[in-house]
């Protein structure tokens, strides 16, 4: 062997011993070859586009991280989106261009339930699993299809915190409403029942358009039907639509549930004082002591300089499940991952990932009733995870 070509032989053993040395004292290797592609639309623009940005970075986060520590399956990884801006027609042709022509090699889901039951036809038609950490109907598990798995809690629990929280102090009476939309539709479609169970009474059940700007007439309506309640599922826009809608009209009801929309920290800033003693439901809080949670808080401050909401926390979360699967499955193979999807249970900073095996309905992550009190959101419901009491009755606006 000629002394040129001992050397080189030599530096390539001393490399190599080098990186199992490395491997061996738990520091990742660079993460080497072509970079393992994630797909996703976002809500960047539109209805959505509050929460989609924390969504967004909520993915971010965790891929940042994840290449900090040397990628998935040795390789780097990548996060490939475009906005969909809140349309799942738009969301529809974005996956299909994603896996048809970018050819990603995992995708994760869009925000919202509406835009969620459109795209899982594209995931069931190319046969990818994809797990959907915004959307919390139920319908789009219940059509037979076999590559979506829930990422976060059920929307038939979200209202049973509130109810509950009302027949504790004697409430009887309650209004319903809500965006005229799948997600709304899946958290109301139960009141009626859980009501009857508690003794207690819906007096007014009505939903309003998607995209609605005047809420005046459906907060007449209900405060003509005089509840003690009001439970709406609403998004971010359409809580601040009815709760200016409700001062305007002076009328305060005991309790206040706006559903999803209270949880988003800009509800406070849009509000003020507003906003005092408004319920929502959150699927996470910054205080839970959940398994790396606090150091997830504090990187997406450090990252993105404002603390994170729920959309950022489930979104993270989703992929830490994913990465998982990966991690598991020992390589790119679908149908490994999918199984992987279908059957681990692990902590995420959401609590416990479960699904149901056959449906990937969620069954491990619980649903937190959150209330605004001077600018900021305490967990009020469950109580073995409660921050503080709930403050109830709501306070009649002429007392602000």
């Known amino acids: 062997m000629k002394r040129n070509d001992l050397v080189r032989l030599t530096a390539a053993v001393v490399a190599a011993a080098f990186t199992a040395v490395l491997g061996s004292a738990g520091v990742p290797a660079t993460a080497q070859g072509k970079p393992i592609v994630i797909g996703a639309s976002i809500s960047e623009t539109g209805a959505y586009a509050d929460s989609g940005k924390y969504a967004l970075q909520g993915y971010q986060l965790w891929v940042q991280q994840q290449n900090a520590k040397g990628g998935l399956l040795g390789r780097k990884i990548e996060l490939k989106t475009y906005d969909d801006a809140s349309d799942p027609a738009t969301a529809v042709r974005l996956y299909q261009r994603l896996i048809d022509q970018d050819h990603v090699d995992l995708i994760v889901g869009p925000y919202s339930s509406a835009v969620t039951a459109s795209v899982a036809n594209v995931a069931q038609q190319h046969h990818m699993p994809m797990i959907s950490p915004e959307v919390a109907s139920t319908a789009p598990f219940e059509r037979g299809l076999t590559e979506i798995f829930q990422g976060i809690q059920v929307a038939a629990d979200y209202v049973s915190g509130p109810m509950e929280i009302a027949k504790e102090h004697g409430y009887k009476t309650i209004a319903v409403t809500g965006e005229d939309t799948l997600f709304p539709r899946s958290v109301v479609a139960g009141v009626e029942d859980q009501a009857k169970k508690l003794g207690m009474t819906v007096v007014f059940n009505q939903l309003y358009p998607h995209n609605a700007s005047d809420y005046s007439a459906i907060v007449q309506k209900m405060k003509e039907a005089n509840p003690d309640i009001v439970l709406s599922a609403s998004y971010l826009p359409d809580s601040v639509g009815l709760l200016r809608a409700m001062k305007q009209a ?151």
């Open 250 to 400: 002076n009328f305060a009801p005991k309790l206040v549930y706006l559903g999803v929309g209270p949880t988003e920290l800009s509800f406070g800033t849009q509000n003020g004082k507003d906003a005092d003693g408004v319920m929502g439901t959150g699927n996470w809080s910054a205080e839970l002591k959940t398994q790396g949670n606090a150091d997830f808080v504090k990187a997406f401050e450090a990252t993105f300089g404002r603390p994170p909401d729920y959309h950022a926390a489930s979104n993270y979360a989703a992929l830490e499940v994913l990465g998982e699967a990966v991690k598991r499955a020992g390589s790119l193979d679908l149908d490994k991952i999918r199984d992987q999807l279908a059957t681990l249970t692990m902590p995420t900073v959401m609590g416990s990932y479960r699904v149901d095996p056959k449906t990937g309905i969620q069954q491990g992550y619980r649903s937190l009733v959150l209330q605004w009190e001077n600018g900021k959101q305490y967990v009020v419901y469950p109580k073995q995870l409660a921050q503080r009491a709930p403050n109830v009755p709501f306070a009649a606006w002429a007392s602000r």
